[in-house]
């Protein structure tokens, strides 16, 4: 299994943690079938089908697997497309990219870093500071609003 170091934002601070890995047949029994499709088998939801596209209130976007921090509500921007965007992962440490050759196109696919999630895919087409959008599926996070952090 093995062990991984993850930024915590309740924490302020870096955590070393057991990697999450499951069979298939677990992911499938504890999430909810359109979670499990984007999440494990690499799929993707309509546009603007995820309330999570209009939140904006102060707080973290969470794995839905393992419940990793992977960004703060203050690095997401509206990019037009119908997905919850941002220009930054809260820490390198707690994404994992990777290239994704999938549907004739070369893209960069985003995984959680504790449980392999697949999460979505990062362009070179956002904002300052950084150029980045990564352009998240939204049933594949959780969000916690800053004061229960």
Known sequence: MGTIQIYDAKRN???????????????????TEQQYQITTRKGTEAPGSCPFDEVHKPGVFRCVRCHTDLFRSSTKFESGTG???FYEPISPLNVIEQPDASLGMVRTEVLCARCGSHLGHVFDDGPPPTGKRYCMNGFALEFVREAKL
């Open 13 to 31: 601070g870096v955590l070393t943690l057991d990697r999450i890995e499951k069979s298939d047949a677990e992911w499938k029994r504890l999430l």
């Open 83 to 85: 997905w919850p965007s």
